[in-house]
């Protein structure tokens, strides 16, 4: 019974690609910086019922995205070619997007704003007034759910960026490494410009990696923002183990509390990784996620601001330049940034939000300060 109940937040699949036999593979753990040698994937990125005792959500991940999206990346592995149709074009950008609101930092990070909002609001009902609520927890009984719906959804307005397979080919020297937390937002036009957010569907810069094998990794990428020179027909080679090094560090920085990687792998080589980054904010550290501001009037208003942790390192790609048009681009002070608007499905989107925000924006004049 026990076995039937394991869910995986990482697919099986998916990390059998980074292991040379089909039953273990070799990981880090973060927290308790260990390395564990051939781990059982079976017992790996696992919760007992972590979609729920119905299924439901295990089902649709499994029979509706998992299996055809093996086959689609078996593809890739073995002809260095993205699908041709638009609907397996389709199928490999949302299962991207879902293996990220899947997995088990994206279901605590939920968990941690739900705790924060609801002790927020109960804190004002008199009738609790005595019970002291940070003795409890509070938690959503499926926290997933809500963001595998949202990835799902999401998945038109990531469909104008531009597909790349990085190859490594450093004649054995590197292998590309991936975490539970395997797909990367990054953005590298905000981050030159000291810009707190651009992780979004739609900013202007977007870039989301996924390594799918210890020698291949997908990259998702706005071709208006970047201009990528050596690569031809959506490949891009790297022969420096120093580029390789790069992405392996942004991949270790995003993980959640594991490392996974190729038995070839050197241990000494990720213990240096982590001893690089030791200093570096952790993904899991939840509490950076979260921050309360309040009003300056006699009232006390509340606002509370969730953003999930990226990585924020900067890193100078030797293969990636910054377009001359973003670099002309002005970001505005606001948080909102640059949104691409080539897509007709991002134009759409914006204007329902647009329309949205104007209906339900509730009037106030309150200035509010971090506490």
């Excluded at 048009?325 to 002005?330: K, P, S, V």
Aim: charged letters at 25%.
């Amino acid at each position: 019974m026990a076995e039937k109940n394991r869910q995986h937040y990482v697919p099986k699949f998916y990390l059998k690609n980074f292991s040379n036999t089909p039953k273990a593979i070799d990981t880090f753990n973060l927290t308790n910086a260990k390395y564990i040698q051939n781990a059982s994937i079976k017992d790996m990125c696992q919760r007992h019922n972590f979609y729920g005792a119905d299924k439901r959500i295990e089902n649709l991940l499994n029979e509706k995205i998992e299996t055809k999206a093996c086959s689609l990346i078996r593809e890739v592995l073995e002809t260095s070619k993205f699908p041709q149709s638009i609907q397996d074009y389709m199928h490999l950008y949302m299962f991207l997007l879902v293996s990220e609101a899947r997995n088990l930092k994206i279901a605590e990070s939920a968990n941690q704003a739900m705790d924060m909002l609801s002790k927020a609001i109960l804190e004002h009902y008199p009738e609790i007034q005595d019970l002291d609520l940070n003795k409890f927890t509070i938690k959503l009984n499926e926290p997933s759910t809500y963001s595998i719906e949202a990835a799902i959804e999401g998945t038109p307005l990531v469909l104008d960026l531009k597909p790349l397979l990085i190859v490594e080919q450093t004649m054995g020297a590197r292998r590309f490494i991936t975490s539970d937390n395997p797909l990367i937002r990054y953005n590298s036009f905000y981050l030159s410009k000291n810009y707190p957010g651009g992780f979004g569907y739609i900013n202007r810069g977007a870039q989301f990696f996924f390594p799918i094998s210890p020698h291949m990794c997908i990259l998702l990428y706005d071709e208006k923002a970047y201009d990528i020179p050596d690569q031809q027909d959506h490949i891009l080679i790297l022969k420096k183990g120093k580029d390789v090094d790069q992405l392996n560090e942004l991949f270790y920085l995003n993980a959640h509390n594991n490392v996974f990687f190729e038995q070839k792998t050197k241990m000494e080589y990720i213990e240096r990784l982590h001893h690089k980054n030791r200093r570096e904010p952790r993904i899991a550290n939840l509490e950076r996620e979260t921050n309360t501001f309040r009003a300056e009037d006699s009232q006390g208003g509340k606002l509370l601001h969730f953003s999930h942790n990226r990585v924020r390192k900067k890193f100078h790609f030797s293969w990636m330049k910054i377009s001359n048009y973003a670099n002309e681009l002005i970001i505005p002070a606001h948080m909102g940034g640059i949104n691409r608007t080539e897509s007709p499905f991002i134009r759409e989107f914006l204007e329902k939000r647009k329309l949205e925000f104007e209906q339900e924006r509730p009037p106030s004049s309150n200035k509010f300060f971090r506490t």
